[in-house]
Structures are given as structure tokens and as C-alpha cells.
């Protein structure tokens, strides 16, 4: 589970990428906040257990 932050409105919300294995290089989520798309491995602040 990842912990990102929206660039534009800087709230934090928690991400499951569906194939953890593949990566998230290219991934595109759109913030439950504002709904700005933005780029899932730019916005991450932490990885999560």
C-alpha cells in the first residue's frame, strides 16, 4: 500500500496498486479530494505495510 500526495490540493490518501509486481512506473491516479490526475510514482510520500 502507498501513501501519496496531490500536488495540487497536498492532501494524502492511500493507494493499493492491483499488480504490485509490475510497478508503478506509468501508473495514474486521480485524487478522491479534488480529482486531479496525477502521476502515481512522482506523488508518492511513503510505502506503507
Known sequence: ??????????NRMKCQPKDSG????GKV???VYCNFSMDVQKSIVQELS
Open 29 to 31: 491516479k486521480k485524487c
Open 1 to 10: 500500500m502507498l501513501l501519496l500526495e496531490c500536488p495540487r490540493c497536498h
Open 22 to 25: 509490475s510497478g508503478v512506473s
